[in-house]
């Protein structure tokens, strides 16, 4: 693992670790040399929508990518496979048509769409034998802010729909993800863009609801528009998180027979809760 602060080795924590600055070519080139590229640099979107927010989430991607590929490119042995990821927000707020990977991205807004085409633009001349541009759902974990800011808002009564509460919500349990960049790596068969989210997205009136039922709250009152963008400021993020959605599904993965461990909603929610 490249990384920027390199631990004592740790027999829990399996695998070596190698530094690097994220920025620049160096010695530690030598470890793309004949590997599979797994590239997940980039600093948390949950930030408020500022010029120079925008610019720091794009840095945290474009940068460190750019330095693998530059890196890359010398190599007399280039990396087998090259996963790459992305973001689902690439299409922007994708209303009710259902989008799959020949859906073209969107043009606004910039802290999502802008972000998204910048990353994937440096990616696209690295040498490798085969590239995977993985644009990903919001993935759902234990001790993430994706599940843990939704599940406090429920504890707090505020678990109700969000706006309208029909905006689609894109989604994926953490070991649907595992089990697809490892599917990705593998399966030489997977090029080009592929979609990881579950098979079976959902509206974030359904999401709230399901959240409730499973920690065992009451209905709860909708949190229009004006009130959740004065929300976005004291917890500085970005109130499009919520109030835009896309209805995207894995169809590459579907067409290649992939099963997901997790495909309903209720299931995965239940399991990490």
Same mark, same amino acid.
Request: hydrophobic residues 45%; neutral net charge.
């Given at each position: 693992m490249l990384t920027r602060s390199p631990r004592p080795a740790d027999p829990g924590r399996p695998g070596r670790q190698v530094g690097w600055d994220g920025a620049n070519p160096g010695s530690w080139a030598a470890e793309l040399a004949g590997a599979a590229v797994v590239n997940l640099a980039g600093?948390? !979107?949950?930030?408020? @929508?500022?010029? /120079?927010?925008?610019?720091?989430?794009?840095? %945290?991607? !474009?940068?460190?990518t750019r330095a693998l590929a530059e890196a890359a490119s010398r190599l007399d042995e280039p990396p087998i496979a090259w996963v790459q990821m992305s973001t689902l927000a690439i299409y922007g707020d994708g209303g009710e048509?259902?989008?799959?990977? &020949?859906? @073209?991205?969107?043009?606004? @807004?910039?802290?999502?769409?802008?972000? /998204?085409?910048?990353w994937e633009a440096a990616a696209a001349d690295a040498a490798?034998?085969?590239?995977?541009?993985?644009?990903? /759902?919001?993935?759902?974990?234990? &001790?993430?802010? $994706?599940?843990?800011?939704?599940?406090?808002? !429920?504890?707090?009564?505020l678990g109700g729909r969000i706006a309208s509460g029909r905006q689609w919500i894109s989604w994926l349990h953490i070991t649907d993800?595992?089990?697809?960049?490892r599917r990705c790596l593998d399966d030489p068969s997977m090029t080009g863009v592929v979609h990881a989210t579950s098979p079976h997205p959902v509206r974030n009136h359904e999401l709230m609801a399901t959240l409730r039922l499973l920690q065992h709250r009451p209905p709860a009152p909708p949190t229009p528009t004006p009130l959740l963008r004065l929300g976005a400021l004291v917890l500085r993020? &970005?109130?499009?998180?919520?109030?835009?959605?896309?209805?995207? !599904? @894995?169809?590459?993965? %579907?067409?290649?027979?992939?099963?997901?461990?997790?495909?309903?909603?209720?299931? $995965?929610?239940? &399991?990490l809760l």
């Open positions: 600093e948390l !979107v949950d930030r408020r @929508p500022t010029p /120079a927010n925008i610019e720091l989430l794009t840095r %945290s991607r !474009v940068q460190p048509e259902m989008i799959t990977e &020949d859906h @073209p991205p969107a043009d606004e @807004p910039p802290q999502m769409v802008g972000v /998204a085409r910048d490798a034998d085969r590239q995977v541009i993985l644009r990903t /759902a919001v993935v759902f974990d234990r &001790d993430t802010p $994706a599940l843990d800011r939704r599940t406090g808002l !429920v504890r707090w009564g993800l595992l089990a697809i960049v993020t &970005d109130p499009a998180l919520a109030l835009l959605g896309r209805r995207c !599904v @894995p169809a590459r993965l %579907s067409g290649a027979g992939f099963t997901f461990a997790f495909p309903e909603l209720r299931p $995965a929610l239940a &399991d």
